[in-house]
């Protein structure tokens, strides 16, 4: 069985379809375990109305405690041998799970399968075709991941074996929890990692959500890439670091921040020429650096003048 786990937050206007897409699975031995993190729309009443409709549906009604915990929470709650996660404004696929399911048989069992995304639900799979699978071992997921070639660090799109999660869990308290968690999800599976570039999951552009909106606890990201490179030491950690900080660089000179975009320059400066340098670092990252080396980014002094 897998277990969906899906954290609930004031999306009732996309709530429904969300479910339905569940529902909807051509694989059938699932079940949906739905934490509801202290909502204050219709999000508790609608879970409680499909819950009591299918026996298949679990809801956990929580005080908010943010995604991470909730997630634990349905962690927790859950039976399946396998886990994937599921955002509430999202939806899937009718062949998400089977689809899965049978590139984790492919590749022996007890491994981690990442499906692809579109921003366009239009452009899902909804027919069974032949499609590539590619294989990695863990060195060789992690370095591509950091390198940002693919594997996004999502739990959302991942099938993962439930006994990763006897060891691993989501940081409680902490924004950016999917890319502090995905590398120690594979690092203890320390087994296959198998892709398809198969769109089977629908990221709905939310206009709301987090990382659409700005806040204090988007600075979490530059924590969490620290960390990456005090925990692996690589110049793709080093590369992952360098995006964070630049991407952070512009949205805190947009959002009138010079404490912090000055803290993000630091850090473009102390990579940048190994960036430019690396082969494998990719060119958004590379050009991205060469405008900082020749001064072109947006003025910080230009900010502190306002």
């Known amino acids: 069985m897998i277990s969906i786990i899906v954290p609930v937050y004031n999306t009732a206007q996309y709530l429904r379809e969300c479910i339905d897409s569940?529902?909807?699975?051509?694989?059938?031995?699932?079940?949906?375990?739905?934490?509801?993190d202290g909502s204050t729309d219709r999000s508790p009443t609608i879970c409680d109305e499909y819950a009591a409709a299918d026996a298949r549906i679990?809801?956990?009604?929580?005080?908010?405690?943010?995604?991470?915990?909730a997630r634990n929470i349905g962690i927790d709650a859950s039976q399946g041998e396998y886990i994937t996660f599921l955002d509430?404004?999202?939806?899937?696929?009718p062949l998400y799970l089977e689809i899965m399911m049978e590139i984790e048989m492919k590749a022996g069992g007890d491994n981690i399968v990442c499906v692809n995304f579109s921003h366009n639900d239009k452009k899902l799979c909804r027919r069974h075709n032949r499609f590539a699978i590619t294989y990695y071992n863990p060195d060789e997921a992690i370095t591509r991941s950091l390198y940002q070639k693919s594997l996004e660090p999502n739990v959302w799109a991942r099938l993962c074996p439930r006994r990763i999660f006897d060891k691993v869990r989501f940081r409680k308290g902490l924004y950016y929890e999917?890319?502090?968690?995905?590398?120690?999800?594979?690092?203890?599976?320390?087994?296959?990692?198998?892709?398809?570039?198969?769109?089977?999951?629908?990221?709905?552009s939310n206009p709301a959500s987090f990382i659409n909106t700005w806040?204090?606890?988007?600075?979490d990201v530059l924590r969490v890439t620290a960390e990456l490179v005090e925990r692996y030491g690589t110049a793709a950690a080093r590369s992952r670091r360098l995006s964070a900080n630049y991407n952070m660089y512009l949205l805190a000179i947009k959002n009138k921040r010079p404490e912090v975009a000055a803290a993000c320059m630091e850090v473009i400066k102390k990579y940048r020429w190994e960036s430019i340098t690396d082969p494998h670092v990719r060119l958004s990252n590379?050009?991205?650096?060469?405008i900082s080396l020749c001064g072109?980014?947006?003025?910080?002094?230009?900010?502190?003048?306002?």
């Open 88 to 93: 509430s404004d999202d939806k899937l696929s």
């Open 215 to 219: 806040s204090d606890r988007r600075l």
């Open 178 to 204: 999917d890319l502090e968690i995905f590398y120690r999800l594979i690092e203890e599976c320390g087994t296959t990692v198998a892709e398809t570039r198969l769109p089977l999951y629908y990221y709905r």
């Open 286 to 290: 590379k050009i991205a650096s060469l």
């Open 22 to 36: 569940v529902i909807h699975q051509t694989f059938t031995d699932w079940e949906l375990v739905i934490v509801d």
């Open 58 to 69: 679990k809801v956990i009604h929580i005080e908010n405690s943010g995604q991470a915990n």
């Open 296 to 306: 072109l980014l947006p003025a910080m002094g230009r900010l502190n003048s306002r």
